[in-house]
């Protein structure tokens, strides 16, 4: 009869311990996961999230967006998305380690390394943890898959166009022209 086998239960202390080699390290269910550093493109896609998530989220006065930080939600778990936009009734959730408490919204920039994580491991885990919206934006192809688990939604919708995000506490929403988010270099 065959064994269960028990994944290995990591410690912060021992994911801290991973190594600052410009490759980023996750661990999901026991699983270490290493991508390399990511392209110039999803840099640029990235940064144009960043800015647009940020002036938005400032001029509403709802919180932080915050790039490249890890999460930590239980012991055995910590991811490190693209992007995560904390509002103001989780601010106590930041620490010096990282994120210790659900975003409001995590943001990953797809990249050919990252396919598998973002689009099949990690929706499971940020619905799991209580994450409100998860976004992957996808320059290849150009659209934005966003799960919105608030709305009990467990499959993702695929936008194309114009993505609109209406955070708790904002008179409007944010939309985002995707032609502008994948502009090229």
């Known amino acids: 009869m065959n064994e269960p086998t028990s994944r290995y239960t990591w410690t912060y202390a021992e994911y801290a311990r991973f190594p600052d080699d410009g490759n980023r390290y996750e661990v999901i269910d026991g699983e270490v996961l290493v991508t390399p550093a990511p392209s110039p493109r999803h840099q640029h896609v990235m940064s144009n999230l960043l800015v647009a998530l940020r002036q938005y989220v400032e001029r509403h006065g709802l919180g932080v967006v915050l790039p490249d930080v890890d999460l930590l939600f239980v012991t055995g778990q910590f991811l490190r998305p693209d992007l995560v936009f904390v509002p103001d009734a989780a601010r106590d959730g930041i620490t010096d380690r990282g994120v210790e408490k659900p975003p409001g919204l995590v943001v990953e920039v797809l990249s050919p390394t990252s396919a598998s994580i973002d689009l099949v491991k990690k929706p499971r885990r940020y619905g799991d943890f209580g994450v409100p919206e998860y976004w992957v934006a ?48």
């Open 138 to 185: 996808d320059p290849e192809e150009r659209v934005v898959w966003v799960w919105r688990f608030a709305e009990l939604v467990r499959e993702p919708e695929r936008v194309t166009e114009r993505l609109a995000w209406h955070p708790g506490g904002a008179g409007e929403p944010l939309v985002l022209d995707l032609d502008e988010v994948f502009r090229p270099l």
